[in-house]
Nanobody
Framework: QVQLVESGGGLAQAGGSLRLSCVAS????????MGWYRQTPGKQRELVAT???????NCGDSVKGRFAISRDNAKNTVYLQMNSLKPEDTAVYYC??????????????WGEGTLVTVSS
């Protein structure tokens, strides 16, 4: 079984910064893609940013230039540095990992989410 554990959420003021971390543990061959998504009540979960094992990143339009995703493959950890936070960034942030099994299946896993609240 694979577990994703997020940390770093909390309360920040508009214009401030937070850094999220997510560690993957369990039995797997490797992790292909790791990323962050966010969700607010009544809305669909939306992409924040993803990063491949090779370091290729993709960011959602609403966070480009403000958020940065990075990854430590040796530690199976993905980070999200969030700068210039806005109240509309308030959401539950979910870590996602695309796990590659020993028989080359690709399975997505999700963390339980961490709440980020940005006050104006």
């Amino acid at each position: 079984q694979v577990q994703l554990v997020e940390s770093g959420g909390g309360l920040a003021q508009a214009g401030g910064s937070l850094r999220l971390s997510c560690v993957a543990s369990g039995r797997f061959f490797r992790i292909a893609v790791m990323g962050w998504y966010r969700q607010t009540p009544g809305k669909q979960r939306e992409l924040v940013a993803t990063i491949t094992s090779g370091g290729t990143t993709n960011c959602g339009d609403s966070v480009k230039g403000r958020f940065a995703i990075s990854r430590d493959n040796a530690k199976n950890t993905v980070y999200l540095q969030m700068n210039s936070l806005k109240p509309e960034d308030t959401a539950v942030y979910y870590c996602n990992a695309e796990i590659v099994t020993h028989i080359w299946n690709r399975i997505p896993y999700w963390g339980e989410g961490t709440l980020v609240t940005v006050s104006s």
